[in-house]
C-alpha cells in the first residue's frame, strides 16, 4: 500500500516516512505542491497526506486540482491548531479528513486505517437504483443515460445514500461522509444539499428517488 507524503518540512517527512515504513506502507515523498500534484497525478497511492502551507501550490490547490481531475485517492490534510477554517476549506476541497499539527503518530495511524476503510466499504465500481447510476471509476453519475452534472458534496451524499439503498441513512452518518465527523450543521447544510441533489436526479420526473425519514435522515428507494 503506497502513501504520498506531500510535506515541506523534511524533519516531519523524515519522521513519518519511518513510521510509516515501520508498518510496512511504501512511501513516497514530495516537498512542495507542484510536485505532490505531478506524483500524484502520475502514480496510483492508496492515500495522500497532504500539508496546507506548501511552497509553490498550497494544499488546498492541489486536493481541489486532483478533484478535479477525477482522481479520488483518499486525502488527509495537516492543517496548523486552530485553523477551523482550514479544516472546513480542506473538507471542502475534497479531502477525507484532517490532523491538526502537532499530531500523535498513533492518530495519524488510526486515521489512515479510518479513512482506508471507509474507502473500501464504499468502493463497488458501479452502484444504480431503478436508472439511476454512478459509475465510480469515472466518477460519473447518469440518469437514464443521461449524465447529471453534481458537486463533490452531492456526489459524496449520494454515494452514501446509494450504498444503502432502501435503508434509512442518517443524517449523522450523511454529514460524516460529506463533511467530516467535525463538521456541524449551522445553516441546515444536509438539507440544502440534498434538496440540490435531489432536483437534479429528479429532473422531469414525476417519483424522485430521495425521500425523507423524519426525524431520521434520508432513504433512497424506487
Ligand atoms: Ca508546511
Given at each position: 500500500m503506497a502513501i504520498l507524503i506531500v510535506e515541506d518540512e523534511k524533519k516531519l517527512v523524515d519522521i513519518l516516512k519511518r513510521a510509516l515504513k515501520a508498518e510496512r506502507y511504501s512511501v513516497d515523498a514530495a516537498y512542495d505542491g507542484e510536485e505532490g500534484l505531478a506524483k500524484a497525478i502520475k502514480n496510483n497511492y492508496s492515500l495522500i497526506i497532504l500539508d496546507?502551507?506548501?511552497?509553490?501550490?498550497?494544499g488546498f490547490a492541489v486536493c481541489r486540482e486532483l478533484r478535479a481531475r477525477h482522481i479520488h485517492t483518499p486525502i488527509i490534510m495537516l492543517t496548523a491548531r486552530g485553523g477551523t477554517d482550514d479544516r472546513v476549506a480542506g473538507l471542502d476541497a475534497g479531502a477525507d479528513d484532517y490532523l491538526i499539527k502537532p499530531f500523535g503518530i498513533t492518530e495519524l495511524f488510526a486515521r489512515i486505517r479510518a479513512v482506508l476503510r471507509r474507502r473500501k466499504t464504499t468502493d463497488a465500481t458501479i452502484a444504480k437504483i431503478a436508472d439511476l447510476l454512478m459509475d465510480k471509476r469515472k466518477h460519473e453519475v447518469t440518469r437514464a443515460g443521461k449524465v447529471v452534472i453534481l458537486t463533490p458534496k452531492e456526489y459524496k451524499l449520494l454515494d452514501v445514500l446509494l450504498s444503502n439503498p432502501g435503508e434509512a441513512v442518517t443524517r449523522r452518518k450523511l454529514i460524516d461522509h460529506?463533511?467530516?465527523?467535525e463538521f456541524k450543521e449551522a445553516n441546515n447544510e444536509l438539507n440544502v444539499h440534498i434538496n440540490y441533489l435531489r432536483t437534479k436526479i429528479g429532473k422531469?420526473?414525476?417519483?424522485?428517488l430521495i425521500y425523507t425519514v423524519r426525524g431520521v435522515g434520508f432513504v433512497l428507494k424506487e
Open positions: 496546507i502551507l506548501l511552497p509553490k501550490k498550497d460529506a463533511w467530516g465527523p422531469g420526473r414525476k417519483k424522485p
